[in-house]
């Protein structure tokens, strides 16, 4: 594979394992920026906060480096990743609401869509 080929293998196989929150508290804007830099070498492959322990494993192991040892011992990363992994759940529950899932969204009347579908106004004609 050429140099240009393992950048792109390595971006996808590390933005896989990423978990996709787009917080940017690695300091980049996405997920996929922050899988770009890694795979630059730009970054370190430890960056993704939200991730932890777990992502950073998989992510260094991506990129054929070893773990930083601090990291392994810090009760502070697994405290932090507990309360993003709740926060995460909770912007789940708020997308899924918004996506009219598991909140009663029923499509009926007064819903827009639910008589007619792309007929006007006025339903049947």
């Not at 950073?56 to 480096?65: D, E, L, P, Q, R």
């Not at 827009?112 to 106004?121: A, E, H, I, K, T």
């Amino acid at each position: 594979m050429t140099d240009k080929e393992n950048i792109k293998h390595k971006i996808k196989a590390i933005y896989d394992a990423l978990p996709k929150l787009d917080d940017g508290r690695c300091g980049y804007r996405t997920c996929g920026q922050f899988a770009r830099a890694v795979a630059e070498g730009k970054a370190p492959c430890d960056g993704c906060i939200t991730g932890g322990l777990p992502v950073a494993t998989k992510v260094c192991s991506i990129m054929g480096v070893k773990i930083p040892d601090a990291l392994h011992d810090s009760p502070a990363m697994f405290q932090e990743n507990q309360r993003v992994n709740a926060i995460g759940a909770a912007r789940m529950g708020s997308l899924m609401g918004r996506m009219g899932q598991g909140r009663g969204m029923r499509m009926g009347r007064g819903r827009g869509m639910g008589r007619g579908m792309g007929r006007g106004r006025r339903g049947r004609i």
